[in-house]
DNA sequence: CCACCTCCTTGCCATTTCCGCAAGAGCCCT
DNA sequence: AGGGCTCTTGCGGAAATGGCAAGGAGGTGG
């Protein structure tokens, strides 16, 4: 992000606005100096300084900044919960979750459970056990499945590595190809 | 403007993401103590901090200040231009633009000019004298005149005294009560 | 051409703020 | 008790701050 414009777009608000140092450092209570050198970049932009000199020229701080094609990179901190890796591999607020899940081998079958929500799976490596309801399944490497979750589901990991997981999950009990967007 | 909660606001957003102090400063590339403080609102708030960390946590400047009517007073300086003192009363970016306007007593017509727009007006105090086209009018106080701005036109004030006017008009031809909302 | 005005910049410098480091406080879990 | 994790804070050299006042730059009028 580059900050070194931040001075010279704020003298350009200010000059639209046919406002001399003195008016605009009176109405935002500065002095001149400070003003002048903070529009010279000589001055760090901090929120005492800008927000009201914002407020005055009836701009947001943002309109300062750069425009900037919003970051498309997810980076979001993995979680771990029972031996289980999880890296989010979408935005929090995003319809659809996305998680790479490595799930550690375990030799029994963790408690089924239930929740709203439909899920997708797609297993990188190793090899994984799933029970769904009464029905038990084994997926090896580049095998999918897809299921309610309403229905009791449990997933681990079977042998000796963990197994890698591409999971793609919605929170209600659609499925996701029908939800509107 | 109240910036005492920013920090309180950004270990609010770290919070939400499960996000420890360590963390966020390595993705802002500052150190730990300085965020910590930043949060604890013993440091200034600079954008050389703030930016980096907003972008880290997908939010805005904006949303670190609280929210706050936007201020409905107008506050633009004075205009003056032949003499004539025009005081806007709009904001800028508005679609409609009113000035109250002092025009000085002259003794003869200034020439007549021509632009797309529309225009009423009404007189506060003073006689103003309207040439428009080949027609000559005089208002005095409390009367009002509305022209298409398109007809060569040409205001001035006449007698001992200035002229107050409250002018209101808008860039294109149409009629001001005929634009879209 | 000089005086004068307005607008802006900048050297000065006492004072404040910064900021990384490392110690340690608080908390939870075993 | 001990260890791990998270966060806070004292310290001190270094850097930034900001009001004042001098002065530069440009325009206008006598």
């Not at 591999?89 to 995003?94: I, K, P, R, V």
């Not at 309610?148 to 009791?152: A, Q, V």
């Given at each position: 992000m580059d900050l070194s414009r931040v001075g010279q777009r704020l003298r350009s608000y200010r000059h639209e606005r046919n406002w001399t140092l003195d008016e605009l450092a009176a109405r935002a209570q500065m002095s001149p100096s400070t003003l002048s050198r903070l529009e010279a970049g000589k001055r760090q932009a901090s929120l005492e300084l800008l927000v009201p000199l914002t407020r005055q020229l009836g701009?947001?701080?943002?309109?300062?900044?750069p425009d900037e094609q919003a970051d498309p990179r997810i980076r979001r901190s993995e979680i771990r919960r029972h031996g289980q890796v999880m890296v989010p591999?979408?935005?929090?607020?995003?319809p659809i979750h996305t998680y790479k899940i490595t799930y550690p081998p375990i030799s029994e079958a963790p408690e089924q459970k239930t929740h709203d929500g439909y899920e997708w799976l797609f297993v990188i490596s190793g090899r994984l056990r799933l029970h769904l309801g009464d029905q038990h399944f084994t997926l090896g490497r580049g095998e999918a499945a897809e299921f309610?979750?309403?229905?009791?589901h449990a997933v681990w990991a079977v042998g000796k590595r963990a197994a890698q997981v591409l999971s793609i999950f919605n929170d209600?009990?659609?499925?996701m190809h029908t939800r509107a967007v």
């Open positions: 701009i947001r701080v943002e309109d300062l900044l591999l979408s935005a929090e607020n995003a309610d979750t309403r229905t009791p209600d009990g659609e499925r």
